[in-house]
Each structure stands twice: as structure tokens, then as C-alpha cells.
């Protein structure tokens, strides 16, 4: 068949893997039109338990979210048109490259139409090469890890604690309390560590007590930064709220307007640029490593630039590294680039440093080019000092915003539309209405349009923490004015210093990144639509987004202004609550144990290679910008890279060579399909053993069904309870094929790890589903939560996910980031081969729940333009088929 078009039941199934692999060209409802699906028609009604088990659909969640998660919504909510497609997105058919999307039924058509379906499958094999890469080289790291330095059972046996209770205390420090299902809590012995809780405004000072008693000090940071407000934002928590003292010594053109202006920096020429070379990188360490107002800092601080910290890399200091724009501001040549990002990935490597973003954009793209996973600390910028306040007088008066390079179509779009529907309302520039603004003006407006230059500015932070509603295209949408019009030149080096438009980065992605597409190609629109959902405007809640000019027009019309107003009032609250406690951890963490300076004074090596030496073991190969490349002194560890597909045999070698030896797995699934394909991997390439025994209803199709587990009742369900587990505990402790295991798996289900954590064993659970499968009472689920953050957080142990979304469902809940580790399906040993006699029949797949009406919409849309094909689902075509069948 020449293509699949997929109408899914839920967002990662193993059809997927499998159609992927084949390399059949997919065509997949875009992220907004499937949103319509799921809330209008029930579409992908399995995406929830509460579908999947009862046909129902809820507007929350059972529990609540964890309060360290980054995700703004409720991933159970099925009524809520934003929450839906915000967690949408993290679909495999929107993650993985080379899946096409349609707006319309209309735009299928014409897609389909132009579609190279030949060319499409040649770059889906290229991925797939690229995958199964990875996936060796990923599992191998984390068998390493696991086992690193442990034998296997086979050379060296483990010993076992015989008593139940004792085993878990033992292995995960916690006991117990009931061991009935209607209180299913194995609780701490001793209380968890305090994390970050939402708590009321009214508990504010309470907050602010404890995150004062946890830090334990005062501690002085040192700032020179490029732009003003990122660090006069933060001295407002730092300083005001936590206590600590920052000198700012400000090198931005605007540092007058806060009267932080530079006065006595001994530099000169452009040793404080935002580029300076290696060679005045050490005469700044030469200058300063003697200067008693630099002795007496705790940490050196980068915002505005970021990349000024590598010129700190020498001073016994922490070092604080807040991205504030694309991190590599500063060293846009490549080779400079290459250079930060190994620098950076050292500093981030050393506890008593933080690396984070004010962003989500940010975050992810430092993960894109050096593989690492930062913490998001958004400004707050509560120094406005003025709410949303509209007046009679401007009730009218739209503004739009931020100030700069304000789109031409896209507003003239909004005006066309607004004079049809709503022609009292004016949609005003803020720059034109007030060529110099105080905050104050811009609250007495009732709303504003943004139409942004870049994905992050400090004035959308002003104006959601100043609670003016909001509006903004939809992701679509702006994806197009990206593209066609230029909009957000700025979000790329290229487009701000050039006004240029690239296809690619100046550098290659780390090979550990978790982003399909490059953040700097401006050309392809698939790729600015993935880039363009982590904009602060599409991961805040609360702002209105609009797919159409005249739908903005008609949601502007219905809006309810204040009641946003007052949501983004509760949401500013939860955020400032969540910046003390994160700042707080973050520096607890790094100077735990340490005191402030000014109590104990650290000392300083006085040369500069060994100081850098020292503090990050590494070495400047150059002192020249040509060549600027801080080395390291030692080759660094082997991590995954990207390889031809000709040097696969290379690639398994070195993954044997890393893990060292042969372990030996357990496995009881409840489905067949994800540790059959894991065993091609694990077993055939990696050379472990997995010792299978199947419990799913399928397991004859692949002959692995159990016959000899010593179980009875539910022991072995996916419910069961804690006596059933201390039962199966007491039963397998001194079996000898238990006791030859060196891990116990645990996918779908992958709650069955409860039951094997007093076990003397490493733990692998992967999610290949809703983690709670099997917990879903609250209670259960709660008790759930705790134990898999008890098993992640032991180093001995695995907790990843097999695709994006459950590995971003298990963040909401449980604040953990887990490794997605997908699975590959080779196992269908079909390819692409798409025949003479079937080339009008496009297939519609998976196999099962197709939603009729995307159906029926699809059907019409190609009888218009391609009549001579046939859309038909696969189960209608083949009740039983063959993979050959659909290739």
C-alpha cells in the first residue's frame, strides 16, 4: 500500500513502531485539528484510564501533580480544549521526524497529492538507522551504570535478606503500613526530604521561613551582566525574599535606568564583551584572582551573557549559569560553540554549580546541542508594582505587543477581521500608543495581542505577572507567520544579527538529545512548529490562542476578561511560591555544607592552567579565538554519538565492551509485544538473557506464556495487593531461578516493580502505557508514586519510558525525568514496497476505535480531488493480515 493514514486510539502504540519501521510514509491529523477530535468526538478515547476502563472522560486528574512537574496541564483532562492539546503533542506520530501533518481534511488531500511517498520512506530508513543506534548505544550506557562494577550473578551470587520488612528497609529505606489494597501506602520510615509544594498565598511567609532555614546562610553573588532585567528581577527573590546580597555590576546600554552602571571593573579593551578570547579570559583571571571584593564572593553569576562563565571557570567560586536567550550568545562561530557546550556540560557536571534557563524554549535547546537536562527558573518580574486594571475610558483600545518588529500581515489580518465583527474595538501597537510607557498605562487596556519578535522576552513576563489577558496565534498558526512572513526573526542568531534565514545549525545536535528537528532551521515548517511549542506563550496557561484571525475576533468577543485575569493571578502565585522553593534547593544544594565566605574564606591557586585544571580537569588548547577550545586533559567517556549505518557492528562492539559481561533478566508482562522487540535488542545484539514468562492473553502467538510461575489467585494481576506481595516475596526468595536473575523488568505492567523491591535486584521499569496501570485508586496510585521515585532515585535501577508522553506523564505526577527509551520493532522484517495494483488504497490504521467522523471528513475531502482513491481501514481490508500486507 503506498501510505498509512493514522486515526490513533492512543498516543503510542506498538502499531506505530512497527509502520514506522517498515518505513510505510504516515500522514497524521495536525496537533489542533486532533485537539477538535479528542474533545468534539472522543477520539483517541484510550488515551486515559478513565476512557480506556469506563468510557468516560474527566476534566482532572485522581491526584494531584507533583509540584516539582513542568507541565502547566492536567494530562487526565479530556474536556479542557487547551490542556488536550497541550499534552498532545507529546504524541510519537508529533514527535518522530518524517510524519506528515494535515490541517483539513482538504489539506490531506493536497498534501498527499504532492507527497514524494519514495523519498519520505528513504529519510524514514535514515531515522531508523539512527534509532537503533541509539537504542544500543543508550541501553548499554544503562546496563554499564547499573552493574558498573557488580559482576554477574552467575560469577558471583547475591545474598538475600530473608524477612520481608527488613529486605525493603534495607533496599529502599521504607516499611510497610498496611498490607491491605484500601490502604496500599508503603510509606517512608523516615519523612521524605521537603520538596517544593503548592501551597496558599496565605502560607507565603511560612515558605519563605523554611527555604531561609534551608539555605542556612547569607551568600554574595557577583553579576556583570548584558541586560538589565533578568538580574534586577532576580535580586527581588535573592535579595528581598531570601536574604542573600548580589553586586551588580551592570555592562548593558540601559544599566542607567537602574543605576547599576559599572563603575569600577578593572578591564579593558574586550575582556568584558560578550566575546572575549581565551587569551583575555586568563588577563581577567590574572587581574582578578587577588581582588578582595572578588575573594569575597560565594558564586559568580551568568544570565545576559551566559557564555561569560567560562571566563569563571578558573576561580574557586560556584558558578551560576541562567540562559536567559540561546545560550551560545557570544560564540556564534563553531568552533567557540563547540567549545562552550563542552564547557558548559563540565560546569553542569559539578554539584556545587547550577545550569538552568528562564525558559522552557531554553531548556530545551542547551538539551539539543549538548545532550544535558537543565532546571527551568523563570523570571518573575513582580517589580511592575501595578495589576490589571481596565478603564471605561480605553475598554476599547487593544494593545498589541511586545514593542518591536511587530508583524505588518499578521496585524493587518487582525484588523480586517476585528472591523467585520467587533468594528468599536482598535488593535493598537504599544509602541504606537505610547512611544515611552509606564507599566501603569498598560493595565488601564483590556487585553493584548502578542506578536512576538522572540520565543521569551522579559516583557511577557511583565505582562502576565501584571494579570493583562492575553492572546496569541495558535502554534499552527504562528508556525506559518514564522515561515512565510518572517515573524520572530529573533528567535535565531541568525535572524537577529544577520536577518538571515538558515536550514541548519552551525553545529551538529548532541547525539543524546531528546529533539527530532533543529531549533535553528527557519525554513522547514515542521520543524518551526515543533521548535515554536516551547515558547513561554504556549507553555503558560491562561493565554487565549486563536487559530485564525476571525477566530480571535469571536474569542475575544466571548472572553471573559477578568476571570483570566484572576486565573493568571493564582498562576503568578503558585510560580513565585515554586521560584523560593527551587532557588532555595538550588542553593542549599550547592554550598550544603559549605559556609559563606565571609565566615570561611576559600583559597585560590594562584596559576591559571592549574586552576582550570583543578576545578574542571581540563586545559586550554589555545589562547586564540581562531582555535578557542578548552580541552579536556583525558579523552572524555564514550557517550552516544551519531554512526553510518555501515558501522553498526563497530557501534555493538563497543556497547559489548562497555557492559562487560552477560546479565540475566525476568520478565512476567501482561503484554506480549514490547519485551519480544526488547529481546532483539537486549538478547540478540547486546548478548543478556531474558528469561520470559509471559502473563498476557496473547502470549501463544509468541510462545512465551508462562507454565511454571508459583502463583495463585491475583498474585501475579496487575492489582495486587501488598499481602499478595509479601506473599510472592516469601514464595520466590529462595527460588534458584529468582535468585539467578541480576534484574527483574517490569513494562507493561510497569507498577509489577512494587512487588519485586525487597528483592536483592536491579529493577528496570519502562512504561510502555499510563504508568498507574493497576494502581488506579487514589490511595494505590499515591503509594505508587513513591515507591517509583524511591526505585529511580537508586542508582542500581532503571526508570525510563518508551515514548515522550508517558515519560512527560511520569513527570507530572512524580516530578521524576526519566530516559525515553523506545522500542524498535525490526522484528517485522518487511520494508516498504508499495505494488502497481494497490496504489489507490491508502490505508487507515491502527486497527481499532477509528473515529468515524475523521473518517468520513477524510473520505469526502479525496473524492473531491483524488476520486480514484480508496481511504479503508486496515481491519476492514485485512481482519487478519501479515506485515507483508501493508507494505
Request: aromatic content about 12%.
Amino acid at each position: 500500500h503506498p501510505a498509512i493514514i493514522l486515526v490513533p486510539y492512543q498516543v503510542s502504540v506498538m502499531s506505530l513502531f512497527e509502520y514506522y519501521r517498515m518505513e510505510i510514509p504516515l500522514f497524521v491529523a495536525s496537533k489542533e485539528l486532533m485537539a477538535g477530535y479528542i474533545k468534539d468526538d472522543n477520539l483517541m478515547g484510550e488515551r486515559t484510564w478513565a476512557g480506556a476502563l469506563y468510557a468516560q472522560r474527566h476534566d482532572h486528574s485522581d491526584i494531584e501533580k507533583h509540584p516539582d512537574t513542568r507541565h502547566p496541564y492536567d494530562p487526565n483532562d479530556d474536556v479542557n480544549y487547551d490542556a488536550i492539546l497541550y499534552w498532545v503533542q507529546f504524541a510519537d506520530f508529533y514527535v518522530w521526524p518524517h510524519i506528515t501533518t494535515y490541517s483539513s481534511a482538504e489539506d490531506l488531500a493536497e498534501k498527499y497529492a504532492k507527497a514524494d511517498l519514495k523519498a519520505i520512506s528513504a529519510k524514514m530508513r535514515e531515522y531508523n538507522a539512527e534509532v537503533k543506534t541509539k537504542l544500543i548505544e543508550d541501553w548499554s550506557t544503562h546496563i554499564h551504570r547499573m552493574f558498573d562494577g557488580i559482576p554477574p550473578v552467575a560469577q558471583v551470587p547475591r545474598p538475600q535478606i530473608d524477612d520481608y520488612d527488613q529486605a525493603l528497609q534495607a533496599h529502599y529505606g521504607i516499611v510497610q503500613s498496611s498490607t491491605e489494597c484500601s490502604v496500599q501506602h508503603l510509606a517512608p520510615s523516615e519523612p521524605p526530604m521537603t520538596t517544593a509544594v503548592a501551597v496558599a498565598p496565605s502560607a507565603y511567609e511560612e515558605t519563605l521561613a523554611k527555604a531561609k532555614e534551608l539555605i542556612g546562610g547569607v551568600y554574595k553573588f557577583w553579576s556583570t551582566d548584558h541586560h538589565i532585567s533578568p538580574i534586577y528581577d532576580l535580586k527581588q527573590i535573592l535579595v528581598k525574599d531570601l536574604g542573600m546580597e548580589i553586586v551588580d555590576k551592570s555592562l548593558s546600554g540601559h544599566c542607567h535606568l537602574r543605576g547599576t552602571c559599572q563603575t569600577d571593573l578593572k578591564i579593558g579593551g574586550d575582556l568584558m564583551t560578550m566575546t572575549p578570547c581565551p587569551s583575555k579570559q586568563r588577563e581577567y583571571f590574572n587581574i582578578y584572582k587577588d581582588d578582595p571584593e572578588m575573594r569575597s564572593m560565594d558564586a559568580l553569576m551568568c544570565h545576559h551573557t551566559a557564555s561569560m562563565c567560562e571566563a569563571y571557570m578558573p576561580f574557586n567560586k560556584s558558578l551560576i549559569v541562567v540562559a536567559s536567550t540561546r545560550y551560545e550568545i557570544g560564540r556564534w562561530d563553531a568552533e567557540r560553540w563547540k567549545a562552550w557546550n563542552q564547557n558548559l556540560v563540565a560546569i553542569a557536571n559539578n554539584p556545587r554549580n547550577l545550569v538552568a534557563a528562564n525558559n522552557v524554549y531554553d531548556a530545551e535547546y542547551i538539551n539539543y546541542f549538548t545532550g544535558l537536562t537543565v532546571p527551568v527558573l523563570p523570571n518573575y518580574c513582580g517589580y511592575t508594582g501595578v495589576f490589571y486594571s481596565p478603564t471605561e475610558e480605553l475598554q476599547h483600545e487593544i494593545l498589541i505587543g511586545p514593542g518591536r518588529n511587530v508583524g505588518a500581515n499578521a496585524v493587518d489580518n487582525l484588523r480586517a477581521a476585528f472591523a467585520k465583527t467587533l468594528p468599536e474595538k482598535q488593535l493598537i501597537p504599544i509602541r504606537d500608543k505610547y512611544p515611552h510607557f509606564e507599566y501603569s498605562d498598560l493595565v488601564r487596556h483590556p487585553a493584548i495581542i502578542l506578536v512576538p519578535y522572540q520565543v521569551s522576552v522579559m516583557s511577557l513576563f511583565e505582562y502576565y505577572r501584571m494579570e493583562i489577558p492575553l492572546f496569541v496565534a495558535s502554534k499552527e498558526l504562528m508556525a506559518g507567520y514564522i515561515k512565510d512572513d518572517n515573524l520572530m526573526g529573533e528567535r535565531t542568531w541568525a535572524g537577529a544579527l544577520y536577518a538571515q534565514r538558515h536550514d541548519h545549525s552551525d553545529i551538529e545536535k548532541h547525539p543524546d538529545t531528546r529533539h527530532p528537528y533543529d531549533p535553528n532551521d527557519d525554513v522547514n515548517y515542521d520543524a518551526i512548529l515543533y521548535w515554536v511549542q516551547f515558547a513561554d506563550f504556549y507553555v503558560w496557561p491562561h493565554i487565549t490562542t486563536y487559530s485564525s484571525a476571525e477566530d480571535l475576533a469571536e474569542k475575544y468577543a466571548k472572553a471573559d476578561l477578568k476571570a483570566i485575569s484572576a486565573k493568571m493571578r493564582e498562576y503568578n502565585a503558585e510560580v513565585k511560591t515554586k521560584l523560593i522553593e527551587d532557588w532555595s534547593t538550588h542553593i542549599h544544594r550547592m554550598f550544603d555544607g559549605i559556609p559563606p565566605v565571609a565566615q570561611v574564606p576559600r583559597p585560590q591557586i594562584d596559576d591559571y592552567d592549574q586552576a582550570l585544571q583543578a576545578h574542571y580537569g581540563i586545559v586550554q588548547s589555545s589562547t586564540e579565538c581562531s582555535v578557542q577550545h578548552l580541552a579536556p586533559s583525558e579523552p572524555p567517556m564514550t557517550t552516544a554519538v551519531a554512526v553510518a549505518p555501515s558501522a553498526y557492528e563497530e557501534t555493538l562492539a563497543k556497547a559489548k565492551e562497555l557492559i562487560g559481561g552477560v546479565y540475566k533478566f525476568w520478565s512476567t508482562d501482561h503484554h506480549i509485544s514490547p519485551i519480544y522487540d526488547l529481546k532483539q535488542i537486549l538478547v540478540k545484539d547486546l548478548g543478556m538473557e531474558i528469561v520470559d514468562k509471559s502473563l498476557s492473553g496473547h502470549c501463544h502467538l509468541r510462545g512465551t506464556c508462562q507454565t511454571d510461575l508459583k502463583i495463585g489467585g491475583d498474585l501475579m494481576t496487575m492489582t495486587p495487593c501488598p499481602s499478595k506481595q509479601r506473599e510472592y516475596f516469601n514464595i520466590y526468595k529462595d527460588d534458584p531461578e529468582m535468585r539467578s536473575m541480576d534484574a527483574l523488568m517490569c513494562h507493561h505492567t510497569a507498577s509489577m516493580c512494587e512487588a519485586y523491591m525487597p528483592f536483592n535486584k536491579s529493577l528496570i521499569v519502562v512504561a510502555s502505557t499510563r504508568y498507574e496501570i493497576g494502581r488506579w485508586d487514589a490511595e494505590r496510585w499515591k503509594a505508587w508514586n513513591q515507591n517509583l521515585v524511591a526505585i529511580a532515585n537508586n542508582p542500581r535501577n532503571l526508570v525510563a519510558a518508551n515514548n515522550v508522553y508517558d515519560a512527560e506523564y511520569i513527570n507530572y505526577f512524580t516530578g521524576l525525568t526519566v530516559p525515553v527509551l523506545p522500542n524498535y520493532c525490526g522484528y517485522t522484517g518487511v520494508f516498504y514496497s508499495p505494488t502497481e495494483e494497490l496504489q489507490h488504497e491508502i490505508l487507515i490504521g491502527p486497527g481499532r476505535n477509528v473515529g468515524a467522523n475523521a473518517v468520513d471528513n477524510l473520505r469526502a475531502a479525496f473524492a473531491k480531488t483524488l476520486p480514484e482513491k480508496q481511504l479503508i481501514p486496515i481491519r476492514d481490508k485485512y481482519p487478519h493480515f501479515e506485515y507483508s500486507d501493508l507494505v
